[in-house]
């Protein structure tokens, strides 16, 4: 059973950009896809981005062109890149395998877009 830790996230601006960082408990993770998903008051969680251990990416309408989800293999995390963030993109972040079916959810990060 793979963990995965969620840091990076905070208070930004409407506009502004910030950094996410998944890590996980075993290295190994690395061989499965992986997804960012996220989860705002009062809605349910959804799919943001996901990211193939060849590379191939998704992503969620809502942040296409905005994010980016890429490997960083030398620090054996996955990375979500925030940029022009939009006060709905408050929610609390999470990483996991992707698809998430059969998979545990950690704490996340809370990230807050506001002025």
């Known amino acids: 059973q793979v963990q995965f830790v969620e840091s990076g996230g905070g208070l930004v601006q409407p506009g502004g950009s910030l950094r996410l960082s998944c890590a996980p408990s075993?290295?190994?993770?690395?061989?499965?896809?992986i997804g960012w998903y996220r989860q705002a008051p009062g809605k349910e969680r959804e799919f943001v981005a996901s990211?193939?251990?060849?590379?191939?990416?998704n992503y969620a309408d809502s942040v296409k062109g905005r994010f980016t989800i890429s490997r960083e293999y030398a620090k054996n995390t996955v990375a979500l890149q925030m940029n022009n963030v939009k006060p709905e993109d408050t929610a609390v972040y999470y990483c996991?395998?992707?698809?998430?079916?059969?998979?545990?959810w950690g704490q996340g990060t809370q990230v807050t877009v506001s002025s």
């Open positions: 996991n395998k992707a698809p998430t079916t059969g998979s545990s």
């Open positions: 075993k290295s190994t993770f690395l061989i499965y896809a």
């Open positions: 990211i193939t251990h060849t590379r191939v990416t």
